[in-house]
């Protein structure tokens, strides 16, 4: 699965961006979705997931009421809409996808990674 990613930018605080994850390859309707963000110096860490079905997400708790993932299987396309975007969400951010036979988000082991993209929020 190769996944593209597009949608990062330069905001202020409380604003919103909306990061876009396009797959090719195989079925995408087989592979689960996580996004992931690394700000300089840090390690890389886990913001938001969701199914294969796109019936069940889950969230870090830095990010939760505040971020949404969602997905268009017939797009084979992932989102993750943020809203109140805040100075310590800057990072460059990842989308990753990991086959899966059940329909649970998966926050970890995730075999194929997008190019990342930056997002920064100034205060």
Request: proline share 3%.
């Amino acid at each position: 699965v190769e996944l593209v990613q597009s949608g990062g930018g330069l905001v202020q605080a409380g604003d919103s961006l909306k990061l876009t994850c396009t797959a090719s390859g195989r079925p995408f309707t087989n592979y689960a979705v996580g996004w992931f963000r690394q700000a300089p110096g840090q390690k890389r860490e886990f913001v938001a997931a969701i199914s294969v079905s796109g019936g069940n997400t889950s969230y870090a708790e830095s990010t939760k009421g505040r971020f949404t993932t969602t997905r268009d299987n017939t797009k084979k396309t992932a989102y993750l809409q943020m809203n109140s975007l805040k100075p310590e969400d800057t990072a460059v951010y990842y989308c990753a996808a990991q086959f899966a036979v059940i329909d649970v988000p998966l926050s970890m082991r995730y075999e194929y990674w997008g190019q990342g993209t930056q997002v920064t929020v100034s205060s």
